[in-house]
């Protein structure tokens, strides 16, 4: 496999790879314990509709995507922070008619395109120059804004009616999350497509929440897992030709369930951590 490290292509696929491991190691735990998975799966699902829209109107589909996921993401940040009785429902509302209206205007577009069926399956192996660019100009500001705002965003995340107390604006730092939930969802949309995201997204956290206690070091942990799933997914998608992105869920599952067997043999004798502030 060496000398395919040559071309260009696979030299994207491993800037890919590395971008988005640290996007859904520092998106991922945030998912995990503020238990926003469909919440991610609602913006990945609704970012559909923006690729279609980019595409119709000839544009770069990742700019659509992001776009749609920007707004998807506010509408879902504001209802789901006033209405959370009902937050299941709406989502699954904006869920289905991203996927729908995604769907529309690509019977609209004039021949069969491709492109678009790989940002639902994923396609590593595709990526171009601006798409790398594009990811890691995402990957900037979410650390950015982690690193600015870990404490508000920890607090929030644990205890939000507690940090409104603390004079912490518990509302602007919930919808500012699923903001970044969001660009993490596009980051890796390509790689796994959207239809796999959610897997991704909290496998690695999952997997790292047992054997840590603190918000950060899951961060840290969750991306070498996330790195060791994108190389291995990579590495046989390569070799037996097959999708990539179907490739590194599948060992991102293996490895899950390997973990939950140990857990479930081992448990009296492993002591696994339990999440701290």
Do not use: C
Not at 25 to 50: C, D, E, K, Q
Not at 81 to 90: L, P, S, Y
Not at 107 to 114: A, E, I, K, Q, S
């Amino acid at each position: 496999m060496i000398e395919v490290l040559h071309y260009d292509f696979m030299q994207n696929a491993l800037w890919a790879v590395l971008l988005v491991s640290i996007a859904t190691s520092v998106i991922g735990p945030l998912v995990v314990v503020n238990r926003m998975v469909f919440v991610a799966g609602g913006i990945s699902h609704g970012s559909y509709a923006g690729l279609g829209v980019a595409i119709f109107l000839g544009f770069a589909p990742i700019l659509g995507a992001l776009i749609s996921a920007l707004i998807f993401a506010i509408i879902i940040g504001l209802v789901s922070f006033n209405f959370k009785d009902r937050i299941d429902t709406i989502i699954g509302a904006m869920w289905a008619f991203g996927m729908a209206f995604g769907i529309i205007l690509l019977d609209l577009t004039p021949g069969y395109n491709v492109e678009l069926m790989s940002y639902l399956f994923g396609s590593i192996l595709g990526l171009g120059s601006f798409d790398i660019w594009m990811m890691g100009l995402l990957d900037i500001i979410i650390i950015a804004a982690i690193t600015l705002f870990y404490k508000e965003l920890l607090a929030v995340s644990f205890d939000s009616e507690f940090a409104s107390l603390q004079g912490i604006n518990a509302k602007l730092f919930y919808v500012g999350m699923i903001i970044l939930v969001s660009f993490g969802v596009i980051v890796s949309i390509q790689a796994v497509g959207l239809i796999l995201i959610i897997a991704l997204l909290t496998i690695p956290p999952f997997i790292a929440e047992k054997f840590v206690n603190s918000l950060a070091l899951m961060m840290v942990v969750s991306f070498f897992i996330s790195l060791f799933f994108m190389l291995a997914g990579l590495y046989l998608a390569y070799s037996f030709n097959i999708s990539s992105g179907a490739s590194i869920i599948a060992v991102a599952s293996i490895v899950l369930f390997i973990v939950l067997i140990a857990q479930k043999l081992f448990y009296n004798s492993v002591k696994f951590k339990r999440m701290q502030i």
